[in-house]
Every structure is written in structure tokens, then in C-alpha cells.
């Protein structure tokens, strides 16, 4: 440490005594112990073991000074059962409950509660396009036991009443009905999507009033240390979430200063205040040389989760949790003649181009360029049309992805005025920052600045609708491609089997998922779509038409849809029609059905191009996921990032 970092440390212990003593104490505070409850009564299913010690640690939680937690079991050990139990453990409550979900998983969760609870709980669904919502008083809204809203619309109501809107020269506010109500307990499922406490979903999650605060995250927190710092502060897990004046006793855990950079509390500057989370913690961790800083620094961390988190792994409770055995493969070929000339003109112009940026040693410069031609190529592998009928989707007033030409799927907007789908430009960003340049815009080149928690820009569903592929292909006279036929193949065998087998079929790209409905309905499939121009009643219905009806066989996703928070058990066969880099994105879509209440055996199925980008990403894959074995920190960001040598890798195979 320098002098100078001693002198200010020494400031802060003198304001702050607190500080010298609290992690001592936080370690001599008692532990919950590990116990079973009773299985609760008036829940319709039985508990597993782990999931009844779950609910007997989150009840004796709320007793501590705490108050609240984080419950990060693994995704698909019951999260949603447990934290219904929670409600149902001290039902009626005098004030409701408020559940934040993803808007994907409003309705599922919602329906869940009924599930679980046989209809006791009156819940109501928070979201604009509610007719029994509009005009509800906060009178009226308190008397449900669970009111359930999605992170983008409570962020809408807080926007309102914080910012408002303009009217020709006004400026109108509107008061938010749920933050007026002191609730009873706040729940945020899949927590995370706070985990920038600076933006606008995270501000209107802070600004909530409860007695008892729940987050629900899968994500393991090692992973991302600034983002749990983010939850502490939701948790209200104090004095470790803090902000502290260096030079008066001020302390405060959700730091707004005026627009003169000063303390609305104190009046000290800014950059008087720091955090002891980010100074002791994240810091050290981040980025410390010292293996001894760093070390003392996790044990620091696990001090506060040992408190405040409960975090179980499938693979400990495999027993209790019943799930039946799964299985991948890898289903590989090489391209059909019609494909192959083309599909090779392609691959030879985009090696070129990018041989052309290597020799120049301007790679890093053409980023967002080298991403686009990874497109192509892996669109290529799919079906030629995705490249060859692309262009028509401009001039039907949709808006279209800059990276990756399709109609936009839950599209936002950068600050330079272009739009993407949100999960394309998140990972393009994210995989930029692997090969340590800063993203600039694929269209217009300027450095890409981009809000990922905005609101969807809201589009004509008529005119979305109108612009599937299908309508720009004379369809009479369309060959289909390899992939299809594989997946078409490999769909056919399933049948052929007693019983029919419900799949699951997972793209990034919507063309190729449209192209696939049409082939299949062809050839006789039951089929339903789920994709991101959805609203979250659609999605739900959707969701519902595939588990409910015996002769739909086929459940069309896009990736870019919000996938992860899907519970499809009724499916046991999962297509992974496109395989990307991150190997993390596929172990997420194998969980959508091997999951607690599989009762079939499940196969997760690769599609494969052999000797094209794509047998390239699943040998890279693989390298990922080797190199991340075994260590805890920063993996998921080791496996989004996509670096100059992988990118060589893509293109040249070596
Ligand atoms: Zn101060
Ligand atoms: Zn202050
Ligand atoms: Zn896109
Ligand atoms: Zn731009």
C-alpha cells in the first residue's frame, strides 16, 4: 500500500471505528444450523430433503437482523417450491408479497404458485396489458397476498415517478402504485438482473419498500463479485454493503450525489466516500497480485455468504433430486453437395478478408467486421437463405439487428441510433472485451455505447410477423439443407418409438427457426414457436400449448428469447441447432428439461457441420471448458470472451 493509501485508510478507521471490528464479529455470529422443516401443509407437492432444509434455513434467516438472503441453489433444484414454502410459512401475512421475475417467467411463476398452493394465495400479474390492472388502487393492489411484476416494467413505474416524461413543455410524473406499498416480503427471482447498481432496474429494485428481502440466483457468486455487491446492497446487508465518508460519520448504502458531486447527506465530496466491500474485497480479488491479499480477501467474502447465502449443487443431491441420467451428442456431417459451393465461396472470402486484417496487423481495429463474417459463416451452415434472402427484411418498417440482419428480437438502441437484438450485442460486446479492444458500432463504426437494461423498443407485431423469411422465399421451389435434414432425420427416429418423445430445438437465428417450422409442418410435425417479439401472455400461451398438448411434438426457442428461465420438463429431447463458442450457453439449454419432475431419460443432440466454423466452435468449446475446470474465478468471463488466437482458430482451423 502506498503512503498515501495508509493515510487515507487511517482517516477512514478514525471516522469509522466500526470497521476495524466487523468482520470479527460477523464471524463470531451464529450460523444457521443445517435442519429439515416440516413439509409445509398447504403445499401440494412433496418437498425433496434439501429443498425442506432450504425452507428451514430461509425461515431462521428472517429472524436474523438480516432479515432476507440470497437462495443460490444450482438452476433446477426447485428455487420457485422453496420460496413459495417461505410464503406459505407465515400465510396470511398482513401485507403482500412482491415477486420480480424476468418477463419470461411472469406467468410460469404465477401458475406455479396455483400449482403449489392449489389456488389459496390471491395473486395478481402486474403488467400493462392486465386489463385487471389498470386503474387498480394501492388499496385494491394490498389486498392480494402476491402481486408478481417483471424487472422491466417495475423499472417503467419507477422511470415514471422519478424522471417522468415530457409533454410538449412539461415534464409529467406519475406516482408508481408499487413502491407506495410497504410490503410484507420482496422477492427477486433470477437476482442478477440487478447486478449493475447503477442502472435503472437496479435503482427501482432499491427503491422498494419491505420487511423481508429475498434474492433468488443460480449464478454462482465467485463468478461475479461485483455484481453480488449489487444484492448485498438490495439486502440491506450492512455495514459490508456501505458507503463511508472519509471525513464525518456519514455511511449510506445507496449513494446518489447532488449535481455538485457532494454528499446529499453530509455534504462532503464524492470522492470522499468509498466502499469497504469494493476496498477490502473486490479490489483484492480483482485485481491484486498477492496471492496472500487475494486469499484474504475470499475468505472475506465467504464470511459474508456463509451468512447471508445458501448455495446447493445438483450434483450433491442427485439422489433426493431423482433426475434420470443425460446424455449428449454430437450429431455431425459434412455439407450436401447443393450447399457446398456456395457455403465454400463464403468461407474462402471471409478467411481472405480476415487474412487481409491479420497481414495488416489491424484485427483488433476490424472487430465488430471479423464478428459479422463469424456470422456468415455460421449462418451459411444452417441454410444459404439466411444469407441469400437476408436483405429484404429492411424496408418493411421492422427494425433490423446490425449484427446479425435478422429482425431485431427484443431489440434495443445505442447511443449512435442503431439497433440490435439485446442478446447479440451483448455478446458481441461481451467477446470484444476478450480480445482487448473497445467495441465500436458494426454499422456506423463509432465506439459502441449501449444501455443492455433498457426497455424493448416496442414494435408492430403485424409487421414483425410479416417479415418471416417465409414470405420472402418462393417457397415451391425451396431445397431444404443439410442441418435441416439432419434435424428432420434425427426428429423421425424419436417417432418411430412407442411412445412420442416432446423436443425442445434451440437457434439463435428466428430465419432459421421459421425455415424449420415450415419444413417440418411438412413433413407432418405438430410445432409451436416461442422468439423474442413475443409479449410475455404470448410467450406464456406458447409455453402452455406445448406442456399441455400430447400431439404438439416440437417446441421451436430462440436463443435470443430469454431461454434460461424456461421449465419445460414435459420435453425430454433438446436440438441445439447452432453451437456457439461459450459452452456455458449450451449447459443452460440441456437444464431447461433435466430438471426436477423429469421422470424420461434426456439426450441433448449437437448439430454439426463437419470442416466448417462450426465443428471449429465445438473444438473450441471444448478447450474452454478444459481450461475452466478446476478454477473458480472469473470463468464465465474466460468463456464469453472470444480472443485473437480463438478467432484465428475459427477461420483457419488451427
Ligand atoms: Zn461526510
Ligand atoms: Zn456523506
Ligand atoms: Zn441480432
Ligand atoms: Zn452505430
Redesign the pocket.
Known amino acids: 500500500m502506498s503512503r498515501r493509501a495508509i493515510r487515507e485508510r487511517k482517516k477512514l478507521e478514525q471516522?469509522h471505528p466500526g470497521i476495524l471490528t466487523m468482520w470479527e464479529e460477523l464471524e463470531k455470529s451464529d450460523k444457521i444450523e443445517t435442519k429439515q422443516a416440516k413439509q409445509p401443509e398447504c403445499i401440494s407437492r412433496k418437498l425433496k430433503s434439501f429443498q425442506l432444509e432450504g425452507l428451514n434455513w430461509m425461515m431462521q434467516q428472517e429472524k436474523t437482523k438480516y432479515r432476507g438472503g440470497l437462495l443460490g441453489d444450482e438452476m433446477g433444484m426447485g428455487k420457485t417450491i422453496q420460496a413459495v414454502s417461505l410464503i406459505m410459512s407465515d400465510y396470511p401475512a398482513p401485507k403482500p408479497t412482491l415477486v420480480v421475475v424476468p418477463p419470461v417467467a411472469l406467468m410460469q411463476w404465477s401458475n406455479e404458485i396455483k400449482d403449489y398452493t392449489d389456488g389459496k394465495l390471491k395473486v395478481i400479474v402486474f403488467h400493462g396489458q392486465n386489463s385487471k390492472v389498470k386503474g387498480m388502487s394501492v388499496k385494491e393492489l394490498q389486498k392480494h397476498d402476491v402481486i408478481m411484476i417483471s424487472y422491466n416494467s417495475l423499472e417503467s413505474l419507477y422511470r415514471k415517478e422519478t424522471k417522468g416524461w415530457t409533454r410538449g413543455d412539461d415534464i409529467i410524473k406519475e406516482d408508481s402504485p408499487i413502491h407506495a406499498i410497504d410490503f410484507h416480503r420482496l422477492i427477486l427471482d433470477e437476482a442478477h438482473s440487478i447486478k449493475q447498481r447503477t442502472t435503472g432496474v437496479a435503482r427501482a429494485c432499491f427503491a422498494l419498500k419491505g420487511m423481508y428481502k429475498w434474492c433468488l440466483s443460480g449464478t454462482p457468486v465467485q463468478n461475479r463479485i461485483g455484481e453480488f455487491f449489487s444484492l448485498l446492497r438490495f439486502l440491506e446487508v450492512r455495514p459490508f454493503a456501505d458507503y463511508f465518508?472519509?471525513?464525518?460519520?456519514?455511511s449510506q448504502l445507496h449513494w446518489n450525489p447532488g449535481s455538485d458531486h457532494k454528499?446529499e447527506?453530509?455534504?462532503?465530496a464524492q470522492m470522499?466516500?468509498v466502499s469497504v466491500f469494493n476496498q477490502e474485497i473486490l479490489n483484492p480479488i480483482t485485481t491484486s497480485d498477492s496471492p496472500e491479499l487475494r486469499r484474504a480477501a475470499m475468505d472475506k467474502l465467504h464470511l459474508i455468504t456463509s451468512r447471508v447465502m445458501l448455495r446447493r449443487m445438483k450434483r450433491d443431491h442427485t439422489a433426493s433430486m431423482e433426475l434420470p441420467p443425460k446424455e449428449i451428442v454430437l450429431h455431425n456431417e459434412f455439407f450436401g453437395e447443393i450447399e457446398r459451393d456456395f457455403s465454400s465461396s463464403i468461407m474462402t472470402n471471409t478467411t481472405r478478408q480476415f487474412d487481409t486484417y491479420v497481414s495488416r496487423g489491424v484485427m483488433l481495429n476490424n472487430y465488430a467486421n471479423i464478428f459479422g463474417l463469424i456470422m456468415q459463416m455460421r449462418q451459411v451452415a444452417n441454410h444459404p437463405d439466411l444469407i441469400l434472402k437476408k436483405n429484404a427484411a429492411e424496408g418493411q418498417n421492422v427494425l433490423v439487428c446490425n449484427i446479425c440482419d435478422e429482425p431485431a428480437e427484443e431489440a434495443i438502441r445505442s447511443k449512435c441510433k442503431h439497433e440490435f437484438c439485446r442478446s447479440c450485442v451483448k455478446n458481441y460486446v461481451k467477446s470484444c472485451e476478450g480480445a482487448g479492444g473497445d467495441p465500436d458500432c458494426p454499422r456506423c463504426h463509432l465506439p459502441l455505447s449501449i444501455d443492455f437494461d433498457q426497455p424493448d423498443i416496442e414494435q408492430d407485431e403485424e409487421l414483425v410477423k410479416k417479415s418471416s423469411i417465409i414470405n420472402r422465399i418462393r417457397m415451391e421451389n425451396w431445397t431444404s439443407s443439410t442441418k435441416i435434414e439432419m434435424l428432420v432425420y434425427d426428429l423421425y427416429k424419436l417417432r418411430s418409438k412407442k411412445q412420442t418423445l416432446k423436443s425442445i430445438v434451440f437457434s439463435q437465428f428466428t430465419s432459421m427457426l421459421q425455415l424449420i417450422e415450415w419444413r417440418l409442418r411438412r413433413a407432418g410435425f405438430n410445432t409451436v414457436m416461442l422468439d423474442g417479439s413475443m409479449t410475455p401472455i404470448q410467450r406464456q400461451r406458447s409455453i402452455e400449448y406445448f406442456m399441455t398438448n400430447p400431439d404438439v411434438e416440437v417446441f421451436l426457442v430462440s436463443l435470443k428469447a430469454g431461454g434460461v428461465a424456461l421449465n419445460l420438463t414435459e420435453a425430454s429431447r433438446v436440438f441445439i441447432v447452432d453451437p456457439w463458442w461459450n459452452p456455458a450457453a449450451e449447459w443452460q439449454s440441456a437444464d431447461r428439461c433435466h430438471r426436477i419432475g423429469q421422470k424420461r431419460p434426456c439426450v441433448i443432440t449437437r448439430l454439426c457441420i463437419e470442416d466448417s466454423v462450426e465443428s471449429r466452435m465445438v473444438m473450441l468449446q471444448e478447450k474452454k471448458a478444459n481450461m475452466i475446470n478446476g478454477t473458480i474465478n472469473n470463468d464465465k468471463v474466460a468463456m464469453e470472451k472470444l480472443t485473437p488466437e480463438d478467432m484465428q482458430f475459427l477461420f483457419r482451423g488451427s
Do not use: D
Open positions: 471516522a465518508c472519509k471525513r464525518c460519520s456519514c454528499c447527506q453530509c455534504n462532503h470522499e466516500h
